[in-house]
Structures are given as structure tokens and as C-alpha cells.
């Protein structure tokens, strides 16, 4: 049976422009649903709160602050958020509707992946989550469900915002046991303290299975996989896949510390990790398969290659990582492929034509003599050769990360004299080492001729200016102009510093920083203003009292049966006699009057029968005895007549004698 339709949501329409299509996916906090844009005419995605989670005011309030920061990420490798609202019980995202598969669909299908593969998915996916952290966001719950992967191959990473608002594991069954997989030692020693490098740490997981088809830490509950976390070194990816790199396992090694102060600190110095051990790498090295590759190909309707990132494939000659078109991989042409797809040559050449039949015997014979010239020419061609490839030209020897004094020494090792020596900033090259080389790492170059090298000065710092008082825009300008970017926004309440205005920043001012680093802003509420309560007043009133405490209206669209009449005010948002900041606007929920039941006739019937009737039927039951019935049982009387309509839950007095 189709699971969607029996979903309450599909067919809807959401704030009277979302019409839901289909149920994508079901998390532990969110369902995801296809949907159209009837505004727009636009397909997207709709991530939907589940109703306990939409009951929790604190849980809502933070979900929706997260969701208009992160939709500030403006990122090509970031699911987009286009908007958030609330109908009725739904609290939702609009996002990005990526069509294609996760990242975890290309593992179950594939197993382990060639090094080429897991980097061409890992760094996009680093360049997503640096972006987020140098913008003070902290993803949390990097796994390969949240790396999608389109129709047109690019990589994006989903569930930014909702997951920082969730600090704890609530349950340990069930597809929790893929989530711990990836958490960090200090998120489970120390939950709530996470920053940057609990992603890092994630990041490194992922390749590992990436790399090896299986995670590094496997067990029959989560509570051992925990325990591993905390208690283990994850291993190398070569032992379990023999003949890796041992650059791909220092990279494991460096993400996976379980010491976060051994990790590079954010996802974008690990992405700088991450290419310098792709540039020391060999074609052959990058292309290996690993064993651990399923063999068993996906034909149908449904087959997975046509999502996977062109990037996968191995670079023909003339492909992207050699400055041309990447190659693409093409569906056999006839019956399903037997090996799903294969490779179109660049390279083939046309048949040699046939050789020519000897000459008639009667012609002189000049074979020693060719056979003389041949052996002459060939050996003038391979000293030729000789002369060109190695007694005239070299390679540029491996320098970044080397010392400017190591450099020089390799350089003059290699029979390479030291050019022009400049110094730059680098967020992620150690101060005095090397960040690049012209020529490029490994170029042919002609024998003595020379290399610059461009060392590094560290990272570039600056101080957190003070821009207390200030207004919003303007502090975030200043911060700007300090080679800062402006970060998380939080507002409280204040009694000095007026609504819009800086209270605080963090890091505080004075504080020295790396340029580019996120700070984060506590902006004014203004003072507190007492909600009053409006409940059951009518609308006009209610108006006139909220514009008096100096707060905004808006009444809501729909309307609910109860206990006032109809026209007066069933319920308020916020509640009374909460906080709110002068100008926030309260929303006003109109009664359309009580729901009328019909009130059963209990004349007669003992006590007890006659209070349960009632109070089934939805009344409340108020007991008259007077003195006559101290010591009666039966129900001589009731204030509303058996078979007339009553509002539900008003009370019904039935007199005793």
C-alpha cells in the first residue's frame, strides 16, 4: 500500500500556496514532502515538523530563529531554504527540492568507492560546511543521508539549521544507531559543547566508509558504537582496504582525532588538507578500485549512475582535472548493460592500413641495409628521447607544508635554483611553510631553471571592534569592514539599550581573531511588556487593550469552536501574561462559540449512572440535595431537560431526593 496515501498532508495546500505531492522521506524530527509553489509555479521541498515537536513553543521559536539565519547562507553546495511559516498545527521549511539520491543510496548500491570518487564528493561537501562555520553554524549530524546528490551531479549538504537545535541522542534504537556512528567523542562526553570540529570529525567518518564500504566503528547497539567512539583510534582506511595511500590515511587520521585539538579546526582547513593529499596522489593511485566495490550493477527505470556526480569518474586524457571537459560515463547502447556503463574513447585510432606485399624477387634485395638504418635510427631517437625527457628537463619536487629552508634544499637537490620568494596570508598553511609553488608541484621544468615558492605568514588577524550601542546594520557594516563576517543574531530583552541596537558581541571586542571569523550578535528586544490577557473579551476590546500595552494584532484566519461566545476571543499568541517586546504583534484566535450537544435525560436513574451519562456526553455535573436528598439516590430533576442542547462542557445540575 502506498504510505502516502494515507499521509494527511498530501493533497493540502500549506498557508494557501504549498500543495503538498508526495512524502519523500521521514526523519525523527521532520517529514519531507515534495510540493508545489502554486505562487511561484516551482517544485520544492517541504520539511514539516512532527506535531510534538511543533507543540514545544521553545523547540519552535529556536527551529524558526536557525532557519532565517541559515537561509542567509547564500552557498552552491547548501540546500537553500526559501522560506518558513505555520498553518494551523504545521510548522514548515520551503527548501530546495534537489532530485537525485544521498550519499548513502550511492553506498548501499556501490560499496566502497574509488579515492577519486570520495574526494570529488568530500570536498564540495567541506566547501558547504566551511561556509557555515566561518558563518558561526555548526551542522551537528553529518552522515551520508544529509549529502545529496543530483540529476546534474552537483553535491549539496542538507539539515543545516533544525540540527543545531538538538543537542541530545533521545533515543537509541532504530536508525539512531546510523547517527552515533558519526558523532564525535565530545558530543557524547560532553554534550551541548560542540563547535566546528565535531563536522570535521563526521567528515573523516564519512570517507573512511567512503573509502572502505563500512564504518569504522561497528557494533550490535549504539551503546558500544558510543563506547568506541570514546575509547578507540578509528583505524585505517588501508587495513581494510590493502594498497590505499598512506595520504588518505593520514587524512582519516587528522579528522578522526579523538582529541578535537588535533583536528584541523574548522571544514575549511580540512578542505586544504584534503587537496594537498589529492595533489600528492597519482592518477593510478586515484583511480584504484577497491576491492570492497559491489560488482553488481543497478539497470531499470531506477538505475542510480545517472545521479552520481560526473566527477566520479577517472579523467580521461583532456578531462577536468587536466584543464579539459571531465569524461562521461554513457549508457550501453541495445540491452540493459551487463556492466551498467563503460567509458567512450577519446583515443582510438583508425586501423593501420594493410601491409604492402613484398617486391618481385627480381628487384635487388635491400634488406640488411634497412635493417642497418632501422637499428641506426632507433638508436638516435632514444638518445633523442633520452635527451628530452631526462637529461633536459625535471619535475618540481613536493614542497608545500616544507619550511622555506627546506624548500631551498630541495630545490637545489633537484638541480633547481630558488626564485622569487613571497609571503601571504593562509588560514590554513602553518606560519613559514610552503602554500604554493610556480611552476605548479610536480611540472616538468627545465633543468636549473628556477621555482618560486610563495610562504606563508599565518593566518591573518584582526581585532573584534566595539560596536555596542550600535545599530544592527551598522555594526554588521563595521564587522564587515574588519574583514569580519557577522554571524548569529540573538535578541533579548533590555531596560538600557533600545529595540535594534547591539547589546553584546561574542568574542567580545578587543578579541584577537583569524580574518573571516563569524561573530555573533545579541541585538536589543527593547524593554519587556506584560501580555495581558484578551481571553474571552470581544475582538474590538481585546484590540484596544493590546494597542494600549503598545503591542500589534493580527487576527487569525481561522476560527474554533469554544467556551466563549461566538465573536469573542478563544485564544491568544503569545500567552497571557508572558514577556514580549513593545511593537511584537500578538495573534488573536475569534470563538466561533461553544460546540452544542444534545443533553440525555438522567430523570430517574440513581446518582451514579446519571453523572457518568453527563459527564460522557461532555458536561460537567453540579449535585442538589438541599436537606430532602441528604440521603437520596435518585434523579428527580436536571436544570437542562433531557433532549435539549447545552454548550459541551458547561455544567448540568441535577436535584436529588
Keep these: 500500500m502506498d504510505t502516502t496515501l494515507q499521509d494527511p498532508l498530501v493533497g493540502q495546500v500549506l498557508d494557501g500556496r504549498y500543495r503538498v505531492d508526495a512524502r519523500i522521506a521521514v526523519g525523527g524530527m521532520a517529514t519531507v514532502y515534495r510540493a508545489l509553489d502554486t505562487r511561484l509555479d516551482r517544485v520544492l521541498a517541504l520539511k514539516v515538523m512532527h506535531p510534538a515537536l511543533a507543540a514545544d513553543g521553545t523547540f519552535v521559536e529556536r527551529f524558526i530563529r536557525e532557519a532565517k539565519s541559515v537561509a542567509r547562507l547564500s552557498h552552491p553546495n547548501v540546500v537553500q531554504v526559501f522560506d518558513q511559516g505555520t498553518d494551523g498545527s504545521y510548522v514548515y521549511l520551503a527548501m530546495e527540492y534537489v532530485a537525485g539520491c544521498t550519499l548513502r543510496d550511492v553506498l548501499r548500491e556501490r560499496g566502497a568507492l574509488q579515492p577519486r570518487a570520495a574526494l570529488d564528493i568530500l570536498e564540495p561537501v567541506l566547501a558547504a560546511l566551511g561556509a557555515a562555520h566561518r558563518a558561526g553554524f555548526v551542522h551537528r549530524d553529518m552522515k551520508p543521508e544529509n549529502v545529496l546528490i543530483g540529476d546534474d551531479g552537483r553535491v549539496k549538504v542538507a539539515d543545516f539549521g533544525l540540527v543545531r537545535s538538538v543537542n541530545t541522542v533521545t533515543s537509541t534504537t532504530g536508525a539512531v544507531l546510523g547517527t552515533v556512528s558519526y558523532l564525535s567523542p565530545e558530543q557524547i562526553d560532553q554534550p551541548g559543547t560542540a563547535d566546528a570540529r565535531v563536522d570535521v570529525y563526521a567528515c ?47 587524512l582519516v587520521a587528522s579528522a578522526t582525532a579523538r582529541t578535537p585539538d588535533l583536528r584541523p579546526y574548522d571544514a575549511v582547513a580540512l578542505l586544504a588538507q584534503t587537496r ?235 578579541t584577537t581573531l583569524r580574518a573571516g571569523a563569524a561573530i555573533a550578535l545579541t541585538v536589543s528586544k527593547g524593554a519587556p511588556v506584560d501580555v495581558p490577557d484578551v481571553s474571552g473579551e470581544d475582538l474590538a476590546d481585546a484590540k484596544a487593550d493590546l494597542a494600549e500595552a503598545g503591542l500589534k494584532v493580527e487576527v487569525a484566519t481561522t476560527r474554533v469552536n469554544s467556551e466563549f461566545d461566538a465573536g469573542q476571543v478563544a485564544k491568544q499568541t503569545p500567552a497571557a501574561d508572558s514577556q514580549a517586546a513593545e511593537g511584537d504583534t500578538v495573534t488573536l484566535t475569534v470563538s466561533k462559540g461553544p460546540v452544542m450537544v444534545e443533553v440525555p435525560d438522567v430523570t430517574g436513574d440513581s446518582v451514579d449512572d446519571a453523572k457518568s451519562e453527563l459527564e460522557d456526553a461532555g458536561f460537567q455535573v453540579d449535585e442538589d440535595r438541599g436537606l430532602l436528598g441528604l440521603f437520596g439516590d435518585t434523579v428527580k430533576k436536571q436544570s437542562v431537560e433531557g433532549g435539549d442542547t447545552a454548550p459541551k462542557g458547561s455544567t448540568i445540575t441535577i436535584t436529588i431526593r
Excluded at 547497539?221 to 593520514?250: Q, T
Excluded at 630541495?410 to 635554483?417: F, H, I, K, Y
Excluded at 610563495?454 to 581585532?463: A, C, D, E, L, N
Design 276 to 510: 594537498e593529499a589529492r595533489g600528492r596522489l597519482s592518477p593510478d593511485q586515484l583511480d584504484a578500485e577497491p576491492p570492497q566495490a559491489l560488482t553488481t550493477q543497478y539497470g531499470g527505470a531506477e538505475n542510480r549512475t545517472s545521479v552520481i556526480p560526473r566527477s566520479l569518474t577517472s579523467p580521461l586524457p583532456g578531462s577536468a582535472h587536466a584543464g579539459g571537459s571531465p569524461a562521461r560515463l554513457l549508457p550501453v547502447d541495445g540491452d540493459e548493460p551487463e556492466q551498467g556503463y563503460h567509458r567512450t574513447s577519446v583515443l582510438q585510432s583508425p586501423p593501420l592500413p594493410p601491409s604492402r606485399r613484398e617486391r618481385s624477387s627480381g628487384r635487388p634485395r635491400r634488406g640488411p641495409l634497412l635493417i642497418v638504418a632501422a637499428v641506426l635510427l632507433a638508436l638516435g631517437l632514444g638518445a633523442g628521447v633520452w635527451y628530452i625527457n631526462s637529461g633536459q628537463f625535471t619535475h618540481v619536487p613536493a614542497l608545500l607544508a616544507k619550511t622555506e629552508a627546506q624548500a631551498r634544499d630541495r630545490l637545489d637537490q633537484a638541480g633547481l635554483e630558488t626564485g622569487k620568494v613571497t609571503y601571504d596570508y593562509s588560514d590554513t598553511v602553518k606560519r613559514g611553510t610552503v602554500i604554493s609553488t610556480d611552476p605548479g608541484v610536480g611540472s616538468r621544468i627545465r633543468n636549473h631553471d628556477s621555482v618560486s615558492i610563495t610562504v606563508s605568514r599565518g593566518p591573518q588577524t584582526v581585532k573584534v571592534p566595539d560596536v555596542e550601542g550600535w545599530s544592527l546594520g551598522k555594526a554588521r557594516a563595521r564587522l564587515k569592514s574588519e574583514d569580519l563576517e557577522p554571524g548569529m543574531v540573538t535578541r533579548e530583552f533590555s531596560d538600557d539599550v533600545p529595540k535594534g541596537f547591539v547589546i553584546s558581541t561574542a568574542p567580545g571586542s578587543g
Design 204 to 250: 573523516g567518518v564519512v570517507l573512511y566508509e567512503m573509502l572502505t564500504g563500512s564504518q569504522p566503528h561497528e557494533g550490535d547497539s549504539p551503546a558500544i558504537v558510543l563506547y568506541k567512539h570514546l575509547h578507540e583510534d578509528v583505524p585505517p582506511p588501508s587495513a581494510r582496504v590493502p594498497g590505499l595511500p598512506y595520504e588518505l590515511d593520514e
